[in-house]
């Protein structure tokens, strides 16, 4: 195991705080030492034993601290108000929309949020108080002395106790427990959102590549009507007919596609956010601007703040303090306390007896003092903090690649706004007149239709990567990157 030495700076929030590594065992204690007092008596035993058996055994080390990279609670998470509609009656959905009945009805998040009554149970568990259920014996019998039988009866009542605080912190263990899981439910709630997010801008560009398509079936319909009245006057040869159907079935084929793709997201949003009828709601909203990336210095900073992965594994840290804290209680002996009453009767003419008898029984905490608990909560610890370490460099790393892919799908998308779409439709009537008068024929107008469906393509290409990459953005970073407030540059 890596050892690090106190005092070490990691500046937050992607570097530590001053102690808050390095971890040591002090649980393996050799066999001579634990059992130097045997030679003394039992009852030496067990008044030196409980002290250095009982306590804390972490005095020494240096643990994980909880809050290095986020605050330890549970995230309040970016979900638009308001009630999720009516499937029966919505005729058209918006990102809002979509966003809020998702957040109710997702199946994953509802099986997310049914793991939490799994650690509601242990709460239930840890609020009793008692370790166990008290017993009760009863006894009877006779005692013989000299052929003469006296009857006996004894019952006794007796309660297992703990005297170290266990049930307190039993109860904080299941509590922070329990706040895990909700930061857990966080997580996946934050994911669904950044799904239903990204589909949502897929499936408007999507519409947009539709368009187009059909926009080019027109153009070499028009080209495939000039081309036959041609054939017909015997202008043209009849292989230009041919070409032109081809182009014709290509630009319809780009139809189909685009058609299709629809189709399948809107089946995957449907899916994503649980939506019971057989068909989604047309989605209906406007795309918003093409923007650089936030500075990368302030989009940290929203990720230490908002990103519920963060939140799950401080609370990771403080679930497992919270356990080492119990298991080394759980090394205190659990002594059992009663009360027992008999009745004795003698076998002569002696009066009956009545005994009363308080009873303690205290274990001597001598080969087992819970060492396997408290190494493995400590290893659990251990655990959860290089998880944390590990999480908090893999979305840093995440969102710095991100915010570049960002920008750099902001300079494609402004290479094709510039030089190519404006002129678009310019270009297609241009290219018809030209082929009307002769001065191109139809491989020209071929070839050129290509070039000018190919540039289209990718001008949605990098439009879809832009609008996914900011879906990813936001993602890593756990909130907006633009609030609405916000004023666009």
Same mark, same amino acid.
């Given at each position: 195991?890596?050892?690090?030495?106190?005092?070490?700076?990691?500046?937050?929030?992607?570097?530590?705080?001053?102690?808050?590594?390095?971890?040591?065992?002090?649980?393996?204690?050799?066999?001579?030492?634990?059992?130097?007092?045997?030679?003394?008596?039992?009852?030496?035993?067990?008044?030196?034993?409980?002290?250095?058996?009982?306590?804390?055994?972490?005095?020494?080390?240096?643990?994980?601290?909880?809050?290095?990279?986020?605050?330890?609670?549970?995230?309040?998470?970016?979900?638009?108000?308001?009630?999720?509609?009516?499937?029966?009656?919505?005729?058209?959905?918006?990102?809002?929309?979509?966003?809020?009945?998702?957040?109710?009805?997702?199946?994953?998040?509802?099986?997310?949020?049914?793991?939490?009554?799994?650690?509601?149970?242990?709460?239930?568990?840890?609020?009793?108080?008692?370790?166990?259920?008290?017993?009760?014996?009863?006894?009877?019998?006779?005692?013989?002395?000299?052929?003469?039988?006296?009857?006996?009866?004894?019952?006794?009542?007796?309660?297992?106790?703990?005297?170290?605080?266990?049930?307190?912190?039993?109860?904080?263990?299941?509590?922070?427990?329990?706040?895990?899981?909700?930061?857990?439910?966080?997580?996946?709630?934050?994911?669904?959102?950044?799904?239903?997010?990204?589909?949502?801008?897929?499936?408007?560009?999507?519409?947009?590549?539709?368009?187009?398509?059909?926009?080019?079936?027109?153009?070499?319909?028009?080209?495939?009507?000039?081309?036959?009245?041609?054939?017909?006057?015997?202008?043209?040869?009849?292989?230009?007919?041919?070409?032109?159907?081809?182009?014709?079935?290509?630009?319809?084929?780009?139809?189909?596609?685009?058609?299709?793709?629809?189709?399948?997201?809107?089946?995957?949003?449907?899916?994503?956010?649980?939506?019971?009828?057989?068909?989604?709601?047309?989605?209906?909203?406007?795309?918003?601007?093409?923007?650089?990336?936030?500075?990368?210095?302030?989009?940290?900073?929203?990720?230490?703040?908002?990103?519920?992965?963060?939140?799950?594994?401080?609370?990771?840290?403080?679930?497992?303090?919270?356990?080492?804290?119990?298991?080394?209680?759980?090394?205190?002996?659990?002594?059992?306390?009663?009360?027992?009453?008999?009745?004795?009767?003698?076998?002569?003419?002696?009066? =009956?007896? /009545? #005994?009363?008898?308080?009873?303690? !029984?205290?274990?001597?905490? %001598?080969?087992? +003092?819970? @060492?396997?608990?408290? &190494?493995?909560?400590?290893?659990?610890?251990?655990?959860?903090?290089?998880?944390?370490?590990?999480?908090?460099?893999?979305?840093?790393?995440?969102?710095?690649?991100?915010?570049?892919?960002?920008?750099?799908?902001?300079?494609?998308?402004?290479?094709?706004?510039?030089?190519?779409?404006?002129?678009?439709?310019?270009?297609?009537?241009?290219?018809?007149?030209?082929?009307?008068?002769? =001065?191109? /024929? #139809?491989?020209?107008?071929?070839? !050129?239709?290509?070039?000018? %469906?190919?540039? +289209?393509? @990718?001008?949605?290409? &990098?439009?879809?990567?832009?609008?996914?990459?900011?879906?990813?953005?936001?993602?890593?970073?756990?909130?907006?990157?633009?609030?609405?407030?916000?004023?666009?540059?």
């Amino acid at each position: 195991m890596d050892h690090e030495q106190p005092g070490a700076q990691r500046r937050c929030p992607w570097q530590r705080l001053p102690g808050t590594g390095g971890y040591h065992s002090a649980l393996r204690t050799p066999f001579a030492a634990r059992t130097r007092n045997v030679a003394l008596g039992l009852a030496l035993v067990a008044g030196s034993s409980l002290t250095p058996g009982c306590a804390s055994t972490h005095a020494s080390s240096t643990l994980p601290e909880p809050g290095i990279y986020a605050p330890p609670e549970v995230a309040q998470l970016y979900i638009p108000s308001g009630t999720p509609v009516d499937p029966s009656g919505a005729s058209e959905l918006s990102l809002d929309q979509l966003l809020v009945f998702a957040d109710a009805n997702s199946p994953a998040i509802q099986t997310a949020r049914a793991r939490v009554g799994l650690a509601e149970a242990g709460v239930v568990g840890a609020e009793i108080v008692f370790p166990a259920n008290p017993q009760l014996s009863f006894g009877a019998g006779g005692r013989t002395i000299e052929g003469a039988t006296g009857f006996e009866f004894e019952v006794a009542v007796q309660q297992r106790i703990e005297i170290a605080g266990e049930p307190g912190l039993r109860l904080d263990a299941a509590e922070d427990q329990q706040r895990l899981s909700e930061a857990a439910v966080n997580e996946v709630r934050w994911s669904v959102h950044v799904e239903v997010h990204r589909l949502f801008v897929d499936i408007l560009l999507v519409r947009e590549r539709l368009e187009q398509a059909e926009r080019f079936v027109a153009f070499a319909q028009s080209m495939r009507d000039i081309a036959a009245r041609q054939v017909e006057a015997g202008e043209s040869s009849p292989l230009i007919l041919l070409v032109a159907d081809a182009d014709l079935a290509q630009t319809r084929e780009a139809v189909i596609e685009a058609r299709q793709a629809g189709e399948s997201l809107e089946a995957r949003l449907a899916a994503v956010i649980g939506w019971p009828e057989a068909t989604l709601p047309d989605v209906q909203s406007s795309l918003p601007e093409v923007r650089q990336a936030p500075d990368v210095n302030s989009l940290l900073a929203l990720m230490a703040e908002h990103h519920p992965s963060l939140r799950t594994r401080e609370l990771a840290v403080v679930a497992g303090g919270s356990r080492l804290a119990l298991e080394d209680r759980e090394a205190w002996p659990e002594p059992t306390v009663g009360l027992s009453y008999g009745r004795e009767a003698a076998p002569g003419p002696e009066a =009956e007896a /009545d #005994v009363w008898l308080f009873n303690l !029984t205290f274990p001597i905490p %001598l080969w087992r +003092t819970n @060492q396997d608990g408290r &190494a493995r909560a400590e290893a659990e610890l251990v655990v959860a903090d290089r998880e944390r370490e590990a999480t908090a460099t893999r979305l840093r790393g995440d969102l710095l690649q991100a915010a570049i892919a960002l920008n750099a799908a902001v300079d494609r998308v402004a290479l094709y706004e510039t030089g190519v779409v404006p002129q678009l439709e310019e270009n297609l009537v241009l290219l018809q007149r030209a082929y009307e008068l002769g =001065e191109v /024929d #139809v491989h020209q107008v071929s070839q !050129t239709r290509e070039r000018l %469906l190919t540039a +289209t393509g @990718q001008y949605i290409d &990098a439009r879809i990567t832009y609008h996914e990459t900011a879906a990813t953005l936001e993602g890593l970073v756990g909130t907006e990157l633009w609030p609405a407030q916000e004023v666009s540059p």
